[in-house]
């Protein structure tokens, strides 16, 4: 069937770097997508990887093994406005399919 | 600014009580899709339109209706809402179809309690 997983929570101090985790098992890949949603509000888009490897949006990055069906997120030099939802998401051939989301908790 | 609106922000029904909620978007976008989420859960795909092409998610009760008049435009009408249909329900857009070239822009949600 199809899944995405991602660790349900997270803490981490701000100023450190943080990896969100996602793995996941489709029945075709077309793309991962990784959005941000603060409590309350709607998602808005952070990155978009189709291809292997480390794609750098400033204090984001968002990785893509495909042969391992797996994707991180890397914040870094967080700020109290990260604390948030990070949800990713993966095209297959015929819908997308969006994780729960990671809820990240920054600490001062 | 080209966006996504959704209205109402908040929206109170009673149990039974037709509600529709609104959409519009200007960034011309082919597709436009509605969403449900449940608090800490993945967004729950309802149904989206192709341009004019509808498409209704196999898992989509009967009890929510879609409409698109025009472009910028998208309804959703849920007919009698029960207590299980409160939620925050997200209106999104894309250029293509799932969002490859750019990804989803979202509205603000409409968050709908039912009393």
């Known amino acids: 069937g199809q899944n995405i997983d991602q660790p349900t929570e997270m803490t981490a101090t701000e100023g450190a770097i943080v990896q969100i985790n996602c793995t996941y098992q489709t029945s075709g890949f077309n793309g991962l997508f990784w959005y941000q949603q603060h409590a309350g509000e709607a998602p808005t888009f952070l990155s978009y990887n189709v291809l292997d490897g480390l794609e750098e949006k400033g204090r984001f990055s968002s990785f893509l093994s495909r042969s391992k069906g797996y994707s991180y997120l890397l914040l870094k030099e967080l700020q109290m406005k990260d604390s948030a939802s990070y949800l990713c998401?993966?095209?297959?051939?015929?819908?997308?399919?969006w994780g729960a989301g990671t809820k990240l908790i920054i600490k001062p | 600014d080209a966006m996504v609106i959704q209205n109402p922000r908040y929206q109170v029904t009673q149990f039974g009580k037709p509600v529709t909620l609104s959409c519009s978007q200007t960034?011309?976008?082919?597709?436009m899709y509605w969403y449900q989420q449940k608090s800490s859960q993945a967004p729950k795909l309802l149904f989206h339109?192709?341009?004019?092409?509808?498409?209704n998610e196999a898992d989509t009760p009967d009890n929510f209706q879609s409409r698109r008049p025009n472009t910028s435009f998208c309804f959703l009408d849920i007919r009698s809402p029960g207590l299980g249909d409160a939620a925050m329900y997200l209106c999104?857009?894309?250029?293509?179809?799932?969002?490859?070239?750019?990804?989803?822009?979202f509205g603000s949600g409409t968050r709908l309690t039912v009393v």
């Open positions: 960034l011309n976008h082919n597709v």
């Open positions: 999104a857009t894309s250029r293509d179809l799932w969002g490859a070239e750019g990804g989803y822009t």
């Open positions: 339109y192709y341009d004019k092409d509808f498409n």
């Open positions: 998401a993966v095209r297959d051939d015929y819908q997308l399919i």
